[in-house]
């Protein structure tokens, strides 16, 4: 029976960054950045990184960065084997803002797209674990809009909405002995958030300080559970039905600051806290009453720290600028509700990027960075399958950008 109630009870995907399933930004300067920058926004992209810059941007400006993320994960166990998986998504990103600072108080707006959670992995056929898991496909999108003002020449404060929208696909095998059957699950829906932020900067000195905060949302999720190969006699419990969920994307507080160190050469280091401990259980409602599953997970929070450097209008090329990050995500789960659906664990990443002004108001960014997670062991004797993973993520990104307010000379 063990096989029956565990094809209702897993849902979460491979995580893409350590802390759950939170994705980078795909605008290619803060993957180089390794989203350190979020008291040196300039661009439409802060409708998401930080609102409050947008105000004080004069006229339009767009921006688009497509992302190609690979996640790759080995699993071994000394009993039962070894097994890799490795996936590669492509989440995308744009926006676009409008801001003025003619009148008593600079302002400006913007929308944008993007995909902030997510994941996916795909573990081979006939692992040893295909009875937890064989695939996961996640895409949490979000739209929204935000609204930023300068009330103080050293102050701006933001405002966002934003509109999640989820989809996941998970399928694995059921043994009956004499063949595996396959149950999969499809769900979509979502909810609302909005975020608060701030941008100060400190008179004389040139410091910027910057805060964002962006609230919970906990998104129903309704879909259908589809089983093939089922026996007989089990397709009372395992048959076509509707199915629930909520998924949970969790509060987040980030604070930061840039330093203009010398002309051109800005350094920024950031603080980010994700509200994780509020994800106790993935809770399974059968439409018809025949199953509801809790499966624990009692995540705790996660603590990133961030730092990294920009350097524009180098002596020996004007129109280019230079980037580099570096981060620590402090993430250690619980290892009695590890899975290999979702194998969260700490990380380090390193970032690199670049961009080039191929016209005064145009253009063009790259970024990489690469995470590499801690080893992980699920926690002997507890109900999780055991074995230890080992997970690496490859990011880059490309983009591009347009500013009525920026020429060749600045950043």
């Not at 995907?13 to 300039?42: C, F, H, I, N």
């Not at 993320?69 to 492509?90: I, V």
């Not at 975020?195 to 259908?224: M, Q």
């Not at 180098?314 to 280019?320: G, K, S």
């Amino acid at each position: 029976m063990r096989s029956v109630i565990i094809a209702v009870t897993i849902l979460v995907p491979a995580s893409a960054m350590a802390g759950g399933y939170l994705v980078p930004s795909s605008a290619p300067r803060e993957v180089g950045l390794g989203q350190a920058a979020v008291a040196a926004q300039d661009g439409p992209e802060a409708v998401f990184l930080n609102t409050a810059a947008l105000a004080g941007q004069e006229g339009f400006a767009a921006g688009f960065g497509g992302e190609v993320l690979n996640n790759r994960t080995e699993w071994s166990d000394p009993m039962l084997g070894s097994a890799k998986q490795s996936q590669t998504n492509t989440p995308v990103g744009v926006a676009a803002s409008y801001g003025s600072n003619a009148g008593p108080i600079p302002w400006g707006v913007g929308i944008a797209f993007g995909t902030p959670a997510g994941g996916s992995l795909g573990w081979p056929k006939g692992w040893p674990g295909q009875e937890f898991i064989l695939s996961v496909d996640q895409k949490v999108f979000g739209f929204g809009g935000g609204v930023g003002i300068q009330p103080l020449p050293f102050l701006k404060i933001g405002a966002n909405y934003v509109r999640f929208q989820a989809t996941e696909e998970l399928h694995q095998s059921l043994n009956f002995l004499d063949h595996f059957a396959d149950a999969g699950i499809a769900l979509s829906g979502g909810a609302n958030s909005f975020g608060l932020a701030t941008e100060i900067s400190v008179p004389t000195v040139p410091l910027k300080i910057g805060a964002t905060f962006v609230y919970r949302a906990r998104i129903p999720l309704e879909g259908d559970a589809h089983f093939e190969g089922v026996p007989p006699g089990f397709q009372t419990l395992l048959h076509d039905q509707t199915v629930s969920e909520e998924l949970v994307i969790p509060s987040v507080f980030t604070v930061g600051a840039a330093y203009e160190a010398m002309p051109g050469l800005k350094l920024m280091a950031n603080y980010e806290f994700e509200n994780w401990s509020i994800y106790h259980a993935d809770v399974f409602k059968g439409g018809d009453g025949a199953f509801s599953v809790t499966v624990p997970r009692n995540y705790k929070d996660a603590h990133v720290i961030r730092a990294a450097g920009e350097y524009a209008r180098l002596p020996f090329m004007q129109e280019l600028t230079l980037r580099a990050g570096v981060l620590r995500s402090i993430s250690d789960q619980p290892k009695d509700t590890l899975s290999p659906s979702l194998t969260d664990a700490s990380s380090w990443a390193i970032s690199l990027g670049g961009g080039y002004n191929i016209m005064p108001n145009l253009r063009v960014d790259v970024g990489y960075q690469h995470a590499f997670f801690d080893k992980v062991t699920a926690e002997p004797g507890s109900e999780a399958f055991p074995g230890s993973y080992s997970t690496n993520v490859d990011i880059f990104s490309v983009g591009v950008g347009w500013r009525m307010d920026v020429g060749s000379g600045e950043k």
